[in-house]
T-cell receptor, first 118, second 117 residues
Framework: GAGVSQSPRYKVTKRGQDVALRCDPISGHVSLYWYRQALGQGPEFLTY????????KSGLPNDRFSAERPEGSISTLTIQRTEQRDSAMYRC????????????????FGPGTRLLVL | AQKVTQAQTEISVVEKEDVTLDCVYE???????LFWYKQPPSGELVFLIRRNSFDEQNEISGRYSWNFQKSTSSFNFTITASQVVDSAVYFCALSEDPGGGADGLTFGKGTHLIIQP
């Protein structure tokens, strides 16, 4: 079946602009995660949704970052007033619930959106 | 707090050699979950293995095997008879929640594996 998809794959923007990154999880996956990966580093957790509820926002770097998943499927990560330090790969992952996975939930990642802020 | 350390930044071997990638983790929980992911040059992040801390046996999948040692807090990954297609960055990750949960996965910095023909 189809995996996690993200759009756009690449985004170049000017400092101060807002950007919206989209994630379409695997069909039926109830959990959705956002990560940020700097060059040469591992992914860093940003936030997590269970269905439409955002469970934890403490990983978001500051209040310019926000995320939503209004219908429990597609999610959008928005960065307002972008800064050059926001340049990174933004990855989305989804997983099944514990009942469907038999207690072996696994996060499957999308291809990522590479953001470059000039 | 959780932490994953992959001390090997880069490893280069010749094709057909065996190679082991090290992963050391820190957690205060007695139940936890460990993962390995592969990031090939194309950039995607590919799931390889999940290991529950309470599982008994080590995993083997073809040329890949994983050695979990609770006593040393390590979860090492061995590729036998390496191939050029194994060249990638490999990440070890840890979670104290079965699926990642509110804290997500904690990743190491990755090991860049280069297989020379």
């Amino acid at each position: 079946g189809a995996g996690v998809s993200q759009s756009p794959r690449y985004k170049v923007t000017k400092r101060g602009q807002d950007v919206a990154l989209r994630c379409d999880p695997i069909s039926g996956h109830v959990s959705l995660y956002w990560y940020r990966q700097a060059l040469g580093q591992g992914p860093e957790f940003l936030t997590y949704f269970n269905y439409e509820a955002q469970q934890d926002k403490s990983g978001l770097p500051n209040d310019r970052f926000s995320a939503e998943r209004p219908e429990g499927s597609i999610s959008t990560l928005t960065i307002q007033r972008t800064e050059q330090r926001d340049s990174a790969m933004y990855r989305c992952a989804s997983s099944e619930d514990q009942w469907t996975s038999g207690g072996r939930e696994t996060q499957y990642f999308g291809p990522g959106t590479r953001l470059l802020v000039l | 707090a959780q932490k994953v350390t992959q001390a090997q930044t880069e490893i280069s071997v010749v094709e057909k050699e065996d190679v082991t990638l090290d992963c050391v983790y820190e957690t205060r929980d007695t139940t936890y979950y460990l993962f390995w992911y592969k990031q090939p040059p194309s950039g995607e992040l590919v799931f390889l293995i999940r290991r529950n801390s309470f599982d008994e046996q080590n995993e083997i999948s073809g040329r890949y095997s994983w050695n979990f040692q609770k006593s040393t807090s390590s979860f090492n990954f061995t590729i036998t008879a390496s191939q050029v297609v194994d060249s990638a960055v490999y990440f070890c990750a840890l979670s104290e929640d079965p699926g990642g949960g509110a804290d997500g996965l904690t990743f190491g910095k990755g090991t860049h594996l280069i297989i020379q023909p």
